[in-house]
């Protein structure tokens, strides 16, 4: 009798274990669903595309840091950010400041919490993080440059390269100087081996997203 409680007891555990795993992995991989998809239609770009940056290069946390200097969950490129403080924002001495991400207090917009130096929220005390790593803000910024390079992208292939896909992820990912070299000016639609295995993650998360009907 004793025994079969305990066997009980165990498997309720583990199912617990298990169904929490799920809802939190649930969770975790939609939470930013709204704002990806509010950026992808306001730039025009497939909703699918921003999800897999986020998930292959970002893992679905504002706070990530890339090696070369790539920021937040969208991994927005120093040259990205430079060129929407230049062209976005008109001024690229432009600070985004220290944010809040407690969204518990109210009121809670980024404008309201916006501080210029590094500390403590002024409502709730929560640490502050930099405005870069703001997931609305960081999003904004990649996806604006994802939709910049497409464009770019797309006039100088005029019209040699099918899907741009492979050419965009690359120069969003890698740098679009080394992409450019390496396919002529956008002339040559084949990435070289070396540069299409450095984004093989983000393409292959991006195939799955789009055979799940996310486009």
């Known amino acids: 009798m004793r025994l079969a409680i305990l066997i009980s007891v165990c498997v309720l555990i583990v199912a617990f274990s298990i169904g929490s795993f799920f809802s939190y992995e649930n969770w975790r991989t939609h939470r930013y669903d709204g704002l990806l998809v509010e950026a ?21 946390n504002y ?47 980024r404008e309201g ?17 930099p405005g870069l790593w703001h997931p609305k803000d960081n999003v904004d910024i990649g996806a604006w440059y994802l939709a910049k390079l497409k464009k770019e992208i797309e006039e100088g292939a005029k019209n040699k390269v099918g899907d741009v896909t492979p050419l965009l992820v690359a120069a969003y990912c890698l740098t679009e100087r080394s992409v ?36």
Not at 52 to 59: L, P, S
Not at 83 to 89: A, G, L
Not at 113 to 129: A, D, E, F, P
Not at 185 to 209: F, H, M, T
Request: hydrophobic share 30%; aromatic share 8%.
């Open 40 to 60: 992808a239609v306001k730039h025009g770009l497939p909703f699918a595309l921003l999800k897999a940056v986020a998930d292959a290069r970002g893992h679905f």
């Open 63 to 109: 706070y990530t840091m890339g090696e070369n200097g790539e920021v937040g969950l969208l991994q927005a490129p120093q040259e990205g950010v430079a060129e929407y403080k230049t062209e976005v924002k008109k001024n690229p001495d432009y600070e985004f400041g220290y944010v809040c991400i407690n969204k518990e207090h109210r009121p809670h917009s």
């Open 113 to 129: 919490i916006i501080q210029s130096v590094r500390g403590v929220c002024n409502i709730c005390r929560t640490r502050l993080v």
């Open 180 to 215: 450019r070299e390496a396919t002529d000016n956008y002339q040559n639609p084949d990435l070289p081996p070396r540069l299409r295995s450095s984004i093989k993650d983000v393409l292959d998360k991006y195939a799955r997203y789009r055979r799940k009907a996310l486009k």
